[in-house]
């Protein structure tokens, strides 16, 4: 007859730890690469941050009380924004430091994770020997609600960085190339804000907004270049998944609609993430809120946040697409030259 011991509580209880132990440890080793390479972002990320919130600070001691909020300026200008105070918007300027880093879609793949849920709609086309890039954007950014029209292209191979990328990195538009462009953003049927003009980075950044991606909407017009150029981009319209419906045609100028996106989004988005990032943006836009109630002034609103919530302070400025998100430009730098004028070309 065996004698088959007896599983004791204490024998159980040791035995599902050890098991558990072990599938820990197996699973650590599977994901070490993934952990070393989110690790790696992530130091990255906290010193670009690092160097942000010492600009802040920097800025910020050194404020005037004259009531011209230059100080002010000067950090928002330091991101790569300006602000209007007439219709409470930031945007982009034309020579921000963000024209010198191109966009490829590690960029796109990075904005979630940042806290910027945003869809995307990337537009790819050939003309005159380069490949070409227009996209447009719409979401929450932080804790601004806003929107993007970017125009970007690439005349050399895609790069191939194992581990890293592979794909297209294109250059920002030159002067030269630059189109007249212009959206409305629209949230659940209602106008927010509108833009126009010539060129490569067309944005506007409403502080304090919440906005989920899905209730906004854009009509956006582009210009370009030429019949040949508005031929191919209306082409790579149809490939994305626009109808002749979706879209109006006036000589070299496009106008269409832009509710869901037809592109796929970023891996990085995901119904339960998005949900999450969301619920902490919209918090800190009530917070917001509730700090700057009866205040025009931007400078005002600056220093009420600063006062009732410390943390809150430290999101202000963190405008559409900061330093953060190009912080991946890090990893792919060696890969290429960059020139005085901004543009990148691979080695």
């Given amino acids: 007859m065996l004698n088959i011991p007896l599983l004791t509580s ?22 070490g690469p993934i952990l070393y390479e989110y690790i790696s972002y992530r130091v990255s990320y906290r010193r670009a941050e690092k160097r942000y919130y ?62 910027m849920i945003i869809d995307s709609e990337p537009i790819r086309f050939s003309y005159a020997g380069r490949r070409w890039l227009i996209e447009f954007w719409k979401g929450q950014y932080g804790m601004t609600t806003g929107c993007e029209l970017g125009v970007y292209s690439s005349q050399w ?45 067309l944005t506007a950044f409403k502080l304090g907004e919440y906005s989920e991606p899905s209730e906004l909407s854009m009509d956006v017009y582009i210009t370009l270049k030429s019949r040949g150029m508005r031929d191919a981009f209306l082409k790579a319209l149809q490939r994305a998944g626009y109808k002749e419906g979706d879209y109006e045609v006036r000589k070299n100028t496009v106008a269409l609609f832009y509710d869901k996106p037809h592109s796929r989004q970023p891996y990085t988005r995901s119904a339960a993430t998005d949900k999450m990032m969301l619920a ?54 060696d890969y290429l030259n960059i020139e005085v004028d901004g543009n990148q070309l691979p080695k």
């Fill in 10 to 31: 204490e024998v159980v209880s040791f035995n599902l730890w050890f098991s558990i132990f072990l599938i820990a440890i197996f699973a650590v080793i599977l994901s």
């Fill in 54 to 115: 010492s600009a802040v600070k920097k800025v910020f001691s050194e404020q005037r009380d004259d009531g011209g909020g230059g100080s002010i300026d000067e950090l928002i200008g330091t991101a790569g924004y300006a602000y209007n105070q007439t219709n409470d918007l930031f945007f982009s300027t034309m020579y921000a430091w963000q024209r010198s880093m191109g966009y490829c879609r590690l960029y796109d793949e990075a904005a979630a994770p940042l806290g």
């Fill in 157 to 201: 191979p895609d790069l191939n960085i194992p581990g890293v990328f592979d794909g297209t990195f294109y250059t920002c538009a030159s002067n030269e190339d630059r189109l007249y462009m212009g959206f409305v953003l629209y949230k659940n049927g209602e106008e927010l804000f509108n833009r126009k003009g010539r060129h490569w980075w």
């Fill in 280 to 333: 902490q943006l919209k918090r800190n836009c009530d917070v917001y809120q509730t700090l700057t109630k009866g205040y025009t002034s931007m400078k005002d609103k600056v220093k009420a946040v600063k006062e009732g919530s410390p943390e809150l302070y430290t999101e202000l400025f963190k405008i559409g697409k900061t330093a953060s998100i190009f912080s991946v430009f890090d990893k792919i730098k």
